[in-house]
């Protein structure tokens, strides 16, 4: 259970929730949350958009039921939360990273990037943030200690530099997430994507996430969200 | 905790809350939440002979208080299971019970002669799957066919079987009376009913199967009468569950006849659900002045 | 409106929306909300040959997403609602079906004979309301007295008649093609699942009828399976009903196959449901650049 | 749709919510109450504790999960009122009206109480109020030009002189109405009850709500809440 401190409309249908909860996490990992007792029945996988050891941030948008409700809750009220959940982004020792987000897939970038240069503050990170329409949601991206690319409309993975890229981290529509994958193949970078599946548990018992990869099945919420390009993309 | 002994067969369960097939994996994915050791049994993930590598597409939609699942019994095979994880559940101090499916008769045969070798403590005979194509579901829907199976199986099998039943049959009671008469030694009931999501925009079944499972507390009044009915009709012990959500559901079943309960859908919205269950029931009995459980079992 | 236009056996429906019997009264309840002319069609409450006072106790549980009900039939019978009532619904511009129950079949037979000299659209017989002890679902269990009362019925009844089927069925598509078979015009389906609560606190059955119907959201995966299933079965209407509580839910019946829709449950939490489901249908016939509403019927 | 203008605890589970709806209503009717969108399903019967042409008011006890979440609401939500239902009571045409009110079932009588006063100025009203536990619910009746009797813990029938009773208008447990009834049969005072019974649709379309009486069963929402105690308590 952890109390929100905000929940700020950032327009577009975007939400920032700050909530309370110190629980350490990983960049990368995800909560389920839930802001409502018994309905709707299953708890939503949200992404950690920061943690800062005193409070833990979701940024979120208003797709249905569940993210309705969270929309509408306030200050000093309740939230549920279980995690942090799944494997996270891993430590990359490259000099350079950089980070794709499309949409809401943005969300886990922040932690990640600021986690990125915590560890290692000489660290060259480049973040492309591509959302469809104008919002105040990339504003919350500009404390990072990193270049921010942001792009309204149009695919966001036509403005990467691949050539100088480093690693990749990537968040946001399969569709993009592939683009990005394949576009760097011949600078041949490291790929990290960022899976998303449909979850009932969150702990790996209901194999509802299952992902295939070229290993073979992978549950998303326990193994993943975090993979590979070539794990997922390979067929 | 005696208040909350049950004996199931020959088994004497610590208390009657098992964490129910496909939903509690292979009894580790929540011990960050409780030690799986309180719950009174763990029913495995479906397996089958051959690994399964599940169905594709989506496998999850959530409905009104209940879900959908199309998981089609992804699972690494009896002889992975034997040898990966049935050391790590036998760990755990709690009846173990293998929920076997398959395709067809040989392959619950041999399934179930491999876990012969091993010290399991029951086999729940998974004839009630939805989501598969062959077998699984058809070998519950009629009584002769989930005799004849029960029949087979408890020929060659050193465990006692408990036999899965489905609710999309004729009549589930029925079905229950043909397993006891071919050897059943408990019978759980109900796996999912068959339901079915369309996908409006897309217009298209959400489920590459068409049809899926559904679960959850919108099912609990249906199955809560066919365990009703079902614990009227035979003498063996039934295992009751579907849509259980808190201590107060269990002891409906319980007082509607069920000998033990099991748990599924409800450990997703709370992954604390078996160990609340366990200590709500405890308290029933001390604020109820029950020695043991039993005494409101099949009261109804 | 011509987009929603629906053609059921002979009569011209102005839409595919239909108040479900038993939630509706006779057409009358609802009229501070909107005028019950925008309907489609409108199913008296359930009649039998006599009144009926109904069940005694509670009537009304509600469940997760869900509402078990064992109201037991209760009506003023055919011959008073022919005298009080049916004028007032032939008032209303929308398809009159009266829905026939019956204890046996020559109530069944007598009613229908009474329905013969009035001026009312279509019968829907009631052979699957689980909450009264002799006859109602009886006759819908089993695909020959299913077929059977249909025949009969269908022998001397001058109106076209749907059949009304119940879920609770070995296999509803099968009852549905016996029903064709028979001569029946349409089938409507689902009525209630059978369900059961219990009031732990008094340790006794809820219902002094032990179990009772299950209506409302917690069905609908199930309902639309059967719906899917039954229109592929048959070649006559089929008339889906079950949880919907949106023009999104009447749409996923159309495209499961339903010439048309019923709305019942969906009434009591919100008593403009039937006019907001036509609205949004016309809407999106639009939105879609549909000419006719029919023009996604059973494309899954 | 109404807004919540207060929603104030008043102890021992009670709660008084006022709303900015001004729709009319008479004394003794009901509105079905959610305040939510989806669950629970149905919608709550909860009568008309004050109507002032401005705003309408409902004294509840939080009992289960309806009545759990209304109690959670707070200033500036929505609550949608569907309604009123019920016949109410009917106008008193005796000098001297008793009204009886068990816990929650007092509810009803402050609107009943203030009509029957406005109607007729020279009325000779004594309403009697029985708690099981203190609260401050019994101070919401202060403002009544009425005598007020309050009694916590027994049975509130014990106190009422039906010698003198006039008409008797009651509302609570049923044992408690039937008590009144039986007791004030001497005296011949006309009686009537507020009977309670689970509702779906509150507009007498279900016939879930049926109570049977002398006449035949009659609908609580629609022929009701309001019966004359000989009608019911026949048996
Ligand atoms: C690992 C992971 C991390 C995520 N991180 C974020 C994030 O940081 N911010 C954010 O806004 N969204 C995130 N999502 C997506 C988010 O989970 C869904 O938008 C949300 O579940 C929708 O719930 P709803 O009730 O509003 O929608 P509904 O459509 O009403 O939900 C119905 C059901 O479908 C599921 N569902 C619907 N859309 C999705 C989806 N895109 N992915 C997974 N399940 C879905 C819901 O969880 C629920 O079970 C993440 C998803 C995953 C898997
Ligand atoms: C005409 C009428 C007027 C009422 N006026 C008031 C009032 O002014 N203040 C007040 O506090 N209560 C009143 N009640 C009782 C109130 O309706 C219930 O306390 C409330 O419905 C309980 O809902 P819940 O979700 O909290 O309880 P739950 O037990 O969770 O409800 C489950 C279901 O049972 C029904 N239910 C439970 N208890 C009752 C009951 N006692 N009567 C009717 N249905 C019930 C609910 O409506 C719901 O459908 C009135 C009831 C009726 C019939
Ligand atoms: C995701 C999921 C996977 C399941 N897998 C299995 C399975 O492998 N074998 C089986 O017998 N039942 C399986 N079931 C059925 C459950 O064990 C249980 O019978 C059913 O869900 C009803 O109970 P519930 O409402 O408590 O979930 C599964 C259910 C779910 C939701
Ligand atoms: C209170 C109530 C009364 C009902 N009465 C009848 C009836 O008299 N005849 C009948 O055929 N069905 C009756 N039904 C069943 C409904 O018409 C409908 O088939 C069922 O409720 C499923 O649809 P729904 O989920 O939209 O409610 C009744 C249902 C309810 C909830
Ligand atoms: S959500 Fe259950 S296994 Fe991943
Ligand atoms: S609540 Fe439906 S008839 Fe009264």
Redesign the interface.
Known sequence: MAVIIENKNLGDGMYLMKTDCTKKSSPGQFYMVRGWDKYPLLSRPISIFDWDGMTTSFLYRVVGEGTEILSKMTKGMEVVLHGPYGNGFPDIKEDTVTLIGGGIGTAPLYHTAKELKKRDPNKNIKLYLGFENKSDAAKEFESLDAEVIVRYGGYITDFVDYENAGTILTCGPEIMMKAAFERSKPYESKVYVSMEKRMACGVGACLGCTCKTEGGNKRTCKEGPVFEGGEVFFE | MSRLVTKLVDYEMKNPVIAAS????YGE??K?YYDPSVLGGISS?GLTLNPK??NNG????????????S?GL?NPGVKAFVENSISKMKAIDSMLIVNLGGDNLEEYLEGASILNGYPIDFIELNISCPNVKAGGMAFGMQCDSAGFITREIKKISKHPVMVKLSPN???VSDIAISCQENGADAVSLVNT??????D?RN???VFSN???G?S???????A??MV?QTAKAVSIPVVGLG?I?SW?DA??FI??GATAIQIG?G???N?NLGKEIVEGLEKYCEDNGLKNISE?RG??
């Open positions: 496909g939903t509690y994996g994915d929540y960050d993930k590598p599940g989506i496998r999850l939609w959530e409905t009104p208080s209940g879900l959908l699942n998981i992804e049959a004729p009549s009913f068959q339901g079915m999501a369309i409006i217009k298209r079944a068409m049809y899926a559904l959850g507390p919108a099912i609990k009044p249906i809560l009468r009703h849509g959500s107060q002891v409906e007082m509607a859908t450990n997703f919205p992954p409101i009261i109804i």
